[in-house]
């Protein structure tokens, strides 16, 4: 009898996941409660689908279902496949099965999209088929219905990783934890911190953990038996990398390596790029390809993007930065008198974690969104100026008349984007926009 999957979401892990179970042998049905974009794709290749219901007869009827990350645990329909022990995976968890790949996985609060792709730019350069997938550029399931590759570079988020059963990275990576999402998680850290950890699940002794040293939420709970390399800028190691005298230091398998020069500045930067060249290390990759792609790497669109230089005042768009971990690097990096635009759809953020950078690094904040009183009463009186702005174009028109020559001006915004634009893309690109436009 064929198996039956249901596939709930129909956004890029859903579809893709719906025409690997096809090439399967599968039958397949996709149920979305919005409206689906792809329909003609589902429809050219005889997969049923609904959008705007859930229907429970044929979504009970499933042997196993996928479910889109952005879904819920809490939803009914979810309930009712649990109650039926009907089982329930990622789009990540199911692609895995179709795969002789390599798998690199990347988690953490921060700086995973910088940290998937410079490890896919750096196995490129040395010559392999890479595919950079997850959380960041093409689906996994899709991108492998009609093919295979050397490596696969993943960026799992925490929904990711809670729908995982099977799944094993040969090389896993930990780069913070800090709290974020926590609604998701019934406001408890540790439930997060434990769905973070979960990307070590089912790795063998033959198989790697890179982590962050400095972060004392992995350092002190990290439970694998899997090889454990870790990184430090304050630290060092005979079996890992750390950060001294200006340059990253690679110790493994008693083999040593430097990295002077990194494209990537800032001590966020120097995390990734330490993270990365362990698992360069770890995978043989020489000395010279490692160090030339860490050099000439271009950064993720939004994250401390330099847009343009407007009357010899720089503009950087963080638009990515969508916690207060974030935003604490960023104004880490800057190294100029910096105004601030920040505000939007408040985590239940504690800005005061960020007041003794602000009050070094910030000359004037501009608000904008939703969420502007905690920032008001947090920096009042430690910066010269705080104005709220109605539009991206307001706003970046405040600090262009805050700004002076040799300063910069820094969208970080610290929240989500959903009261004021449809994502944070979205919100980066008005930001350029109107910077464009002065």
């Not at 996994?140 to 009609?146: E, L, P, Q």
């Not at 930990?174 to 850290?189: A, Q, S």
């Not at 997060?192 to 040293?213: A, C, L, M, W």
């Not at 360069?280 to 860490?294: A, H, N, P, W, Y």
């Amino acid at each position: 009898m064929m198996k039956k999957l249901v596939v709930l979401g129909a956004g890029e892990s859903g579809i893709g996941a719906a025409l690997l179970a096809k090439k399967n042998k599968y039958d397949v049905f996709v149920s979305d409660k919005g409206i689906i974009t792809e329909k003609s794709v589902l429809s050219n290749n005889d997969i049923r689908w609904e959008e705007g219901v859930h229907t429970k007869h044929d979504i009970l009827s499933a042997t196993e279902v996928v479910k889109s990350p952005g879904i819920p645990d809490s939803i009914e329909i979810i309930q009712d496949l649990k109650s039926k022990g009907i089982p329930i995976l990622s789009e990540v968890e199911f692609a895995f099965r179709y795969t002789k790949a390599k798998i690199i996985a990347i988690t953490g609060t921060n700086g995973k999209t910088t940290t998937t792709l410079l490890i896919g730019h750096i196995l490129k350069r040395a010559g392999y088929d890479v595919l950079v997938a997850g959380n960041v550029g093409a689906g996994f399931a899709r991108s492998i219905v009609d093919r295979d590759y050397d490596f696969i570079v993943l960026e799992l988020s925490s929904f990711q990783l809670d729908g995982i059963e099977k799944f094993k990275a040969d090389i896993s990576i930990i780069l913070n934890i800090t709290p974020d999402h926590l609604d998701r998680y019934e406001n408890d850290f540790e439930k997060y911190i434990q769905s973070k950890f979960r990307i070590t699940k089912n790795q063998k002794s033959e198989d790697i953990i890179i982590y962050n040293y400095d972060d004392e939420n992995i350092r002190n709970k990290i439970e694998t038996q899997a090889k454990k390399l870790p990184f430090s800028l304050y630290k060092t190691f005979d079996e890992g990398a750390f950060y001294k005298d200006k340059q990253i230091n690679i110790n493994i398998n008693k083999n040593k390596m430097t990295i002077q020069e990194l494209a990537l500045q800032g001590k966020h930067n120097v995390y990734n790029s330490m993270a990365a060249a362990v698992a360069s290390r770890v995978l043989e990759i020489k000395d010279f390809i490692t160090r030339q792609s860490l050099l000439d790497f271009q950064n993720v669109e939004h994250r401390l993007e330099h847009v343009i230089n407007v009357h010899g005042i720089e503009f950087i768009n963080d638009s990515k930065a969508t916690n207060i971990n974030s935003v604490w690097y960023a104004l880490e990096s800057m190294h100029k008198n910096t105004v601030w635009i920040v505000g939007g759809v408040d985590k239940g953020n504690d800005y005061s974690e960020l007041l003794n950078l602000v009050k070094t690094k910030v000359k004037a904040i501009v608000c904008i969104g939703e969420s502007t009183k905690n920032i008001h009463r947090t920096f009042a009186g430690h910066v010269d100026k705080i104005v709220d702005a109605k539009s991206m174009h307001e706003a970046v028109g405040f600090s262009y008349q805050l700004a002076q020559k040799g300063d910069a001006v820094l969208l970080s915004p610290a929240c989500a984007s959903f009261d004021m634009f449809s994502n944070f893309e979205h919100r980066g690109l008005e930001f350029k926009k109107s910077v464009r436009s002065l």
